[in-house]
């Protein structure tokens, strides 16, 4: 079974996801079907087969998050120092074209939100800088063609 890297921050969100999912939306579906129910004939009743599809997806996805946390590898990324990028370190690149600046966090795929910062560790980019060091330079093929960054800062916590 493959684990799944992660920061104690993306677990405890999917932990408040599972736990939001069991406590308050499946009892409220439960709920909803038993009311749908009470109307009738439920072939043509489509609060009862809206409330059967809701039922369905939380349930997918209870599945789906008691998967992911079982298999979760949480790496503590306040231990961790130097100048190498690894899981979990904050890193600076300058665009060597343009010498834009940009700030990602290398995170797990389930916490990864690049609007935030957070950068899968499965990415392209992700993949590039894994290994570098501080003043290192990396080339990524992205959609739009080949890019060149410097790597301008690592830090870790």
Do not use: W
Not at 11 to 36: M, Y
Not at 76 to 101: C, H, K, N, P
Not at 116 to 140: N, W
Request: charged residues 30%; aromatic residues 4%; glycine residues 8%.
């Amino acid at each position: 079974m493959e684990k799944i890297p992660m920061t104690p921050g993306g677990l405890a969100q999917l932990e408040d996801e599972l736990r939001t999912l069991k406590i308050v939306e499946r009892p409220a579906v439960i709920r909803a079907i038993a009311e749908a129910r009470e109307h009738g004939d439920l072939s043509e009743n489509a609060e009862y087969h809206a409330a059967r599809e809701r039922q369905s997806f939380i349930e997918g996805r209870v599945s789906e998050l008691e998967d992911i946390i079982s298999r979760a590898q949480v790496i503590d990324i306040t231990t961790m120092s130097g100048d190498q990028v690894r899981f979990g370190a904050t890193v600076t690149l300058a665009d060597e074209d343009s010498d834009d600046e940009v700030v990602y966090t290398i995170v797990g795929a389930h916490e990864a939100d690049i609007k935030s910062g957070r950068m899968s560790v499965h990415s392209p980019l992700a993949r590039a800088l894994i290994g570098k060091h501080l003043g290192d330079t990396v080339e990524v093929t992205a959609p739009g063609g080949s890019k060149s960054y410097e790597i301008v800062d690592v830090r870790f916590g």
